[in-house]
């Protein structure tokens, strides 16, 4: 059959099962637009391309499946990077579609002509840069697969503009093999073997989840697990979702912002089971401290992670689901009840923001929000303050309703992101807790969530401040504060009127439950002002400290 | 301490890139890497030679594996053949040439280009014999020198290959 390569690219987006993509036309990537305009994939036109990736990986992220974001070459692609490294931190797979200058212009610098595939390779889980039309369908066939196995993450296919309009005799992709991605997911069964023993030899196991846990789909195996073994259970920024925080053995987001008794735990555990966590910097505060005294058992489905950040005794590569349910067929039951009631205690401490006497208490906002949204609701964040805030005071009960931007910390995800959730599970609340300086990073999208008609509720932390920055000052350079005022906000609930979207501000804690419904309410995308005290803070930070009696309690 | 890896990568554009982008962005130090095809025109070989210790090598094995395009890697002994090539362009007079030549024979090296007051030297070996031969020239005064990475191959029936049948990498 002949077509166009630019028709083999949709046929195959088709064939993958594609029903959405975000992206930006222009002139290097026409062809594949004007093939998109008679397919039945619909697109989702956003204001700035680094605002499709996010909503790729939102989408993603809420569904299970690969996200698609198109844009043009040159800016349109540079435009996508930070959307490209967020997705690959953060290990979501999206399939990255950019424009290219013909093949023959190709290294001249002519016009919106850029080396992406070299510019994206630290942060591609892999990159084509395609030469030959025919060889269009086993590649969108292979960029699914790789991004989708193993380790997920963003693959880009660079499609020059004579490559898309050239014609090919279309022939159907074959089985992807790929002789050098072979990706192990079941654990070796010594190993596995070596960890049941480590259990009931434990006395006090803890389990970590990250966000492996959540790809891997692997949450009714970790509570029983958890159930099993009496082991309580801490997670990641990342991992919050994989165990629900209603159940009784749940612990809270530990690390540096995390929860007392997560990170009290940690350090009096014997055991630590680490599942699908990179155990990254923010996770651990002082790797060489981490599980000292403990076994430490790692299981990650990239070989690469094990042993990178924290030492470990007992490693696993392989799929968490699959390993574990291998681990549950073994005796690993314990009925040593002493280690929780022990926990338990420490659970009591709990970590406030501080006195709020100039504004609203997030943490207020924050509980109302978790006592009017359903069970199944989606939560996005930005990434500051407003971000911790929500990891440790939202009760997240299932994996993939938690989005924020764990590993880079992008300002200006959560919008896009939130738009990508909301059009991959339009049947959900979809909340989005922001600030007023994310919001203004992608402010642009309010426009594509408008087009979209996209039901983001936006919950928007407004302290006039960079207020994860100015905590920084203000602890680390003593009040020396410097550009972290935003001195010149808009009005948001006029700028809200100005794209139609209704809009209101909320002053007064006497205030927080109506604003609350109301936003859970309106039918259609609305935004929540909240005037947040602005020395509100997320302090005190873990030092990763045995003792750290020196947290301030508060309720 | 030095380490040496044979690594297998598909024969394609950009590889080497990725390669030696892997080692400067996360901070390996690469003392030499040499590349060229095998046996089979699809696959590539690398012999890169590593400073470090037990852990970046670990973790340089492990990145390496983890492209995609990186078939297999593997951690090649010092006791493995290993050569470097190298050609010296050395001062050579009437009254000095013989001396040079008789230093070259002895370290088996070869005369590859003569003219009046230069010597072209080409010598196979490991780096040591490399260096001791660049020493007994230097006094000549060595005008020009250029050598290649390391290569190395496994003795005797160990290798590295690509195994088409074996499931896992």
Partial sequence: MKMLGAQALVKGLEAEGVEIVFGYPGA?????YDVLRDSNIHHVLVRNEQGAAHAASGYARVTGKVGVCISTSGPGATNL???IATAYMDSIPIVAITGQVPLSMVGRDVFQEVDITGATEPFTKYSYLVKDPNDIPQIVKEAFYIASTGRPGPVLIDLPKDVAASTIDYREPGPVFIRSYRPTYMGHPGQVKRVAKAIVESKRPVICVGGGCITSSASPEIIELAERIKAPVASTLMGIGAFPSGHKLYLGMLGQHGIYAANRAINEADLLIVLGARMGDRAVVKPDKFGQGAIVVHIDIDPAEIGKNVGTNIPIVGDIKTTLRELLKKDIDRNDWGWLSKVEKWKKVRLGVGECNDGLNPMEVIEALAAQAPKDAILV?????????????????????????GGLGTMGYGLPAAIGAKLGQPDKQVMLITGDGSLQMNLAELATM???KAAVKILLFNNHHLGMVRELQQHQLGERYYQTRMECNPDFVKLAAAYGIE?????????IDEAIKRLLEHDGPIIGEFMIDPMANVFPVSRGDKDEAHIRRIS | MKHILGVLVENRPGVLSKVSGLFSRRGFNIESLAVGITENPDISRMTIVVDGDDYTVEQVTKQLNKLIDVIKVANIGRESVIRELALIKVKATSATRNEIIEIA???RANIVDISKNYLTIEITGDSEKIAALEDMLRDFGIKEMVRTGAIAIDRGSKMIKYDEDKEEK
């Fill in chain 1, 81 to 83: 990077i930070t959307g």
């Fill in chain 1, 381 to 405: 964040t930005d990434v500051g303050q407003h971000q911790i805030w929500a990891g440790r005071y939202y009760p997240v009960e299932q994996p993939r309703t938690f989005l924020t931007s």
């Fill in chain 1, 450 to 452: 408008v087009q979209e």
């Fill in chain 1, 503 to 511: 809009a209101f501000r909320v002053e007064n804690s006497d205030e």
């Fill in chain 2, 105 to 107: 024979n002895i370290f």
């Fill in chain 1, 28 to 32: 290097a990537i026409m062809q594949v």
